[in-house]
């Protein structure tokens, strides 16, 4: 009877199993699967929506240091008394530069006449030995320093000229071949946006990451959705608008986010780069005047180095242009999903191909930083290379001075802490030995009070 019992109950056991396994499994595996992508969607449905308006300020970050960098640059122009020109030729011309230039010159022309006098006397005594430096050389030489005396400023305000007219072609040719002239941060939203319009492109699969088209035609920044973008005619800081041109939960935030980063980061500094040539080409025309004394001197060695030096940091800012101009027109070539880098269908494609996209992206972007240093070779790579070696020192030193203060903030705020330790120990024992001097006292009172009263 119990043998039959045991059985009944395994065949029974046996039956709702397979029930279960065959009907119950895949109902509840199919509703339990509905239930996460249901949580997984409103999940990023709501993160999207965070991670647009954070991206979006990024982006107005990116717009207000490229207008800081348009000017420092010299590619928007100043206003000065409703002239229109470049700031840097505004610093040339201000009056007080003019007026130190002035006397600047008069003190060399002195500076001159005495190297004059002084290499005339060295001629005439050592024409009795080997005629090294005839006078007529000398003569030649002050001849030389003159005609530069003179040229000096028209060198300049030529290279000025010469400066706008290159700055102002490279912003046409680069706004030709990108098809419209928008700002950085306009690029890389809408870079970041190249699979996430709403005309050619569907709701990103959560479970997959695949993006389904609805037409084969490849997105462009002169398309109907991106050219009003571009063009100014739309704002992407206007969140309705771009929710009605984007699915916010298709954008490529990794890409979006490491090239904004990085363009904040390279335009900070290239401004400052920027900010430091305005200085030192002004600190250069300055004292230009005593590199040209010199001629006579050391037949213009010197001022041959000054003039080296000279041009090369007046052209040295268009690697950086250059460079900002060309890499904004090729981020969108490697944003977009027609850009195959991996195949998408082997395992972990879809994630080595976006990897590899963020690593030309960070390359080019390393590009941009080295954009001034490598027309600064190519000019000058003797100061190329002094100025790298004073770029690593100051590195270090900043580093090492950082971690100096860190470390004695550390040992300050150990020392506090012994102190304060201290202190309270100290403390604790005065107050001890208080109350043991109470006691005493209290003790004390009580003996003398009974011998008195005996």
């Known amino acids: 009877m119990q043998y039959a019992y045991l059985g009944f109950v395994e065949s029974l056991q046996s039956i709702f199993r397979k029930v279960f396994e065959s009907v119950l499994a895949p109902v509840l595996t199919d509703i339990l699967k509905i239930f996460i992508d249901f949580i997984t969607n409103s999940v990023w449905v709501l993160l999207s929506e965070l991670l647009i308006n954070f991206f979006t300020a990024l982006c107005s970050i990116i717009d207000f240091l490229e207008s800081i960098f348009d000017v420092f640059s010299g590619v928007a122009p100043v206003k000065v008394s ?28 002195a500076i001159c006449i005495i190297f004059t006098i002084y290499k005339t006397v060295k001629s005439i005594s050592d024409m009795a030995l080997e005629d090294k430096n005839p006078i007529s050389k000398v003569l030649t030489d002050v001849m030389k320093a003159i005609v530069t005396f003179m040229m000096i400023p028209f060198l300049c305000i030529f290279l000025l000229q010469l400066s706008s007219a290159i700055t102002k072609q490279v912003n046409i040719a680069f706004a030709s071949a ?14 970041a946006g190249m699979d996430a319009d709403k005309q050619t492109t569907t709701a990103k699969d959560i479970r997959t990451g695949q993006i389904e088209k609805s037409s084969g035609r490849a997105p462009a920044f002169n398309d109907s959705i991106r050219g009003p973008y571009m063009a100014g005619t739309k704002d992407y800081r206007n969140m309705k608008q771009v929710k009605k041109d984007f699915h916010s939960a298709n954008f490529d935030y990794l890409i979006g986010f490491t090239s904004a980063i990085l363009l904040i980061l ?68 490697f944003t977009s999903s027609n850009l195959v880098l991996y195949d998408p269908y082997l395992p972990n494609g879809t994630m080595i191909n976006n990897v590899l996209r963020l690593f030309l992206i960070v390359g080019g972007a390393w590009a941009v930083y080295h954009g001034q240093t490598l027309v600064m070779d190519i000019l000058a790579p003797q100061i190329s290379f002094e100025e790298k070696q004073m770029g690593f020192m100051v590195t270090g030193l900043l580093t090492r001075g950082t971690s100096m203060a860190f470390s004695a ?34 003790d004390s009172g009580q003996k003398f009070e009974g011998a008195g009263g005996k």
């Open 266 to 333: 390279i335009l900070a500094v290239v401004v400052l780069k920027f900010i430091r040539r305005i200085f030192e080409l002004l600190l250069l025309y300055l004292v230009s005047p005593l590199f040209v004394s010199t001629i006579p001197l050391d037949d213009g060695a010197i001022f041959a180095r000054w003039r080296e030096l000279f041009v090369a940091k007046f052209f040295s800012g268009f690697g950086s242009i250059f460079a900002m101009k060309y890499y904004l027109m090729v981020v969108p070539y």
């Open 178 to 191: 990108q098809g419209t002239d928008g700002s950085i941060g306009t690029v890389v939203f809408l870079a």
């Open 409 to 442: 903030a550390q040992m300050g705020a150990m020392g506090a802490a012994e102190h304060m330790k201290n202190s309270a120990i100290n403390t604790g024992q005065k107050f001890g030995s208080g109350r043991s001097g109470d006691k005493e006292g209290g």
């Open 82 to 109: 409703n002239n229109k020109m470049s700031l840097l030729q505004a610093m040339f011309e201000m009056e007080g530069i003019s007026t130190a230039f002035l006397y600047i010159t008069v003190m060399a022309v």
